[in-house]
């Protein structure tokens, strides 16, 4: 008689799947709960115990480690001395291991559980028998995933067979699953023991989607999910209507929610190709999108927009007069979502941020490596502002000094904006010197640089940028400080009459 080994944790589904064993003559062997479950539903069942001839022990930390277990999912049946050793010691096969693990991911999902009671969720016995039965594939069916009960039901039913090339998919979708159950073990107790550059590190990913392509047609992609997803991802939005999500959709959308963080007040973020496009802040969302509209009427086009606030009627009448790929907000209301209906295809995405933190690890891969660090969480404070210069800013352009520099901290380094009344005016990105992006910020400003402030990623290595930003009219600069040339541009500053703040924290974003 063939034997089929059921332990799982999560009990859906399990029931109809005893069942269908117990139809095509499979003997059923269990565990705890499950044993328990399975005989209230009038499944025969075997205890794993009357197997072991060993009582289960230490509050069932104890009880499938045992060789008349571990015999039955590794023995070769193809190989006469492991069949003989079998018979000997009257060890059983098990041909069918349906096994899935204590909660351990969820259970620390609750930011109150003590160690003790994540501890607890480490399975043991789980990943034992999986990982024997998976690697015993040519002879053992081993199933992992609830999703794949209907498979084995369908195959019980029909008498069918397992091909050796489906017990392989399903022993790789096995070891998958261990492996991401230990990373996430390891991750957590490697925070709690407060563990900085640990001599290896792990991941754990889940697959949200797969993509059409990658950042370009030729290549292949996917979006996975963080483990235990964080409030407030771009993973647990909900799409209300439009296209499939692309992968620059999805970077660009991660961009957008980075810089909204920063902002409590009513405020829309405009990004294109990962860089902000346009901000501006409100009274109202309507307010604040047209301040960001405004702000680059033109590279909007075909961007992501961001919203920290319900999107009402007034708003989504602004936004369907453009093309856009995105609107992304924490609620809409039915009649903003009837407006927007009317552009079917832009993307709608409700995503509730009250929760989302600038938090975690910044993972960046490069050719046969990763490179890991903390997120740029670091928030600015008045004891950090140091004001350098003869002329003080007025309280006008503290107010619009302090949006930009929320700003500058998310746009590619070289990084310049100017800002003034509560929005963008322009955005200087990505250059390989810090005077050619305030060039490009001003010349985007135009007349409106008159007036504004001005904001750098990082210090001045020389006065030049002082100098473009005095002959556009720019009124206050903010910017880390800290070259040994700082007092070049201290001095031009007083000259032409510019206040200057220092922050002593940089923002480089490459």
Known sequence: MSRALISVSDKEGIIPLAQAFVARGVEVVSTGGTYRTLTAAGVPVTEVAEVTAFPEMMDGRVK?????????????????????????????????????????????????????????QIDIGGPSMLRAAAKNYRFVVTV???????????????????????????????????????????????????VSNPESVTFSYELQQPLRYGENPHQQAAFYRASGVLAGSLASAKQRQGKELSFNNIQDAGAALDLLTEFDQPTVVAVKHMNPCGVGTGVTAAEAFARAYEADPVSIFGGIVACNREVDEATASQLVELFLEIVIAPTFTSGALEILAKKKNVRVLELDMAERKNEGVDLRAVYGGLLVQDRDARALTDADLRVVTARQPSEEEWADLLFAWKIVKHVKSNAIVLAKDAQTVGVGAGQMNRVGAARIAIEQAGERAVGAVLASDAFFPMPDTVEVAARAGVRAIIQPGGSIKDQASIDLANERGIAMVFTGIRHFRH
């Open 144 to 194: 992992v995933d609830p999703a794949d009960y209907g498979l084995l039901i369908e195959r019980l039913a029909t008498d069918a067979v397992f091909a050796e090339e489906e017990r392989f998919a399903l022993a790789a979708k096995v070891f998958r699953h261990t492996a991401a159950y230990d990373a996430r073990i390891a991750q957590y107790l490697t925070e709690k023991a407060g």
């Open 64 to 120: 499938t480690l045992h060789p008349m277990i571990h015999g039955g999912l590794l023995a070769l049946r193809d190989e006469p001395s492991h069949m003989e050793a079998a018979r000997e010691h009257q060890i059983g096969m098990i041909d069918y291991v349906i096994v899935n693990l204590y909660p351990f991911a969820k259970t620390i999902e609750n930011p109150n559980v003590h160690l003790a009671e994540a501890v607890e």
